[in-house]
């Protein structure tokens, strides 16, 4: 029961298959605030001081931190040994987080730590549900505040003794023994060490929240598709597709090793907001070529002059190239990226499919290519939708 606090463990790579959750819960909240977020930096840590933090910056300062806990259960979340345990741990990495100096925080830096969980949490009087989804910690029953406080400061107390008798692991009747034996002054100086160890004061910067996820992963990943689809309406072609590459994107530093680097400035354990706003270009990107494809396949085809056998190489080369525009290492891409934005801007055409014709055109006229005249079209088929995509929820 004592208080020994160190960096989060990291199971890496071989608990990756435990993280699902996890995840989905990020992107939940990520989505659920989309409006406000998408115009903030931040980055997004995963199994490092928390299960996820959402770390909030300005020119490279932290200006706040949001450490998450996420739980699933089948049956209501109680004010258990287990719960108790649970929350003394998040005050414990909120010490470890808050006191993180490889990233300058700002004088205003604020920090939360939040208990998620698709069950219902009923902490004595207090219940977080559908009807009241968010708790702050003042606002728990007395009753519930105090069990909280309680058994975190005993806790302290626990490590006190261990560190004044040597005994690493004490008993209940042994602590209490040692405890009673000591005067008034000596209580007062160890109950005042207790409520001044900085586990005890973050404390008031505990949040309970409630999200209204079914509880199996299908049901999960449903319910993110619909929370996606309000979002972009029918700028995202396979919503469905889109969740599993944003789930995709947060595996990497989920499932990495941090190595003992439990800092801010490691990297392979974040997600950046530049990754994510790129991850939502590419799938609206995307889903506009997609659907341009699917509804003007035929006209396009003619208009081009592509033959048959030739239109599914053409689809699959000008979605590919999409990707292939945010690689900086592919020359030729951004090359025709660039030359196509140009022409964009001065030509006068009346359709993408003029548009492309000319443009192809007059770039072989004016540079070379290893590519195929279908592989040059569908490049800058993929351009004009690379130009002209629309700002995510303008």
């Excluded at 079209?377 to 629309?390: G, L, N, S, T």
Aim: some cysteine.
């Amino acid at each position: 029961m004592t208080t020994n606090i160190r960096p989060k463990d990291n199971a890496g790579v071989h608990g990756g298959g435990g993280y699902e959750f996890q995840k989905i819960c990020a992107l939940y909240l990520l989505l659920d605030s989309y409006s406000e977020l998408k115009e903030k930096e931040y980055f997004i840590y995963f199994e490092h001081f928390d299960d996820f933090v959402f770390c909030f910056t300005n020119d490279s300062n932290i200006q706040s931190a949001h450490l998450y806990q996420a739980k699933k259960n089948n049956d209501k979340w109680t004010l258990d040994t287990e719960f108790k345990n649970t929350i003394q741990a998040m005050c414990e990495d909120g010490v470890i987080a808050r006191s993180d100096t490889t990233f300058i925080k700002t004088a205003e830096y604020k920090q939360l730590l939040h208990f998620v969980s698709n069950a219902v949490i009923q902490l004595k009087q207090t219940k977080t549900n559908e009807t009241k989804e968010t708790n702050c910690f003042n606002e728990l029953c007395e009753a519930a505040q105090k069990e909280i406080s309680c058994h975190i400061q005993e806790s302290i107390k626990y490590s006190v003794f261990s560190r004044e008798s040597s005994i690493k692991e004490p008993s209940i009747a042994q602590v209490k023994t040692w405890y009673d034996s000591l005067d008034d002054e000596q209580k007062k100086a160890i109950d005042d060490e207790i409520k001044a160890h900085p586990v005890v004061k973050e404390i008031p910067n505990l949040r309970f929240r409630y999200i209204d996820l079914g509880k199996k992963t299908s049901s999960q990943k449903e319910q993110l598709k619909g929370k996606l689809t309000t979002i972009f309406n029918d700028h995202i072609a396979h919503p469905s597709a889109a969740i599993d590459t944003l789930l995709l994107l947060f595996s990497e530093p989920a499932t990495s090793f941090n190595q003992g680097c439990i800092t801010y400035s490691n990297r392979s354990k974040r997600v950046s907001s530049d990754r994510v706003k790129q991850c939502f270009e590419i799938l609206t990107s995307q889903s506009m070529a997609i659907n341009d494809w699917r509804s003007r396949g035929n006209e396009i085809s003619r208009n081009l002059r592509l033959p048959l056998n030739e239109r599914a190489i053409f689809e699959r080369l000008f979605i590919n190239s999409l990707d292939l525009f945010k690689d900086m290492e592919q020359v030729e891409h951004l090359k025709i990226l660039t030359f196509a934005n140009e022409m964009y801007k001065s030509l006068v055409v009346y359709d993408i499919d003029s548009f492309v014709n000319e443009t192809y055109e007059r770039y072989v006229q004016k540079h070379s290519s290893r590519f195929s005249k279908i592989e040059l079209q569908a490049i800058i088929y993929a351009a004009y939708f690379e130009i002209v995509k629309p700002k995510i929820n303008e």
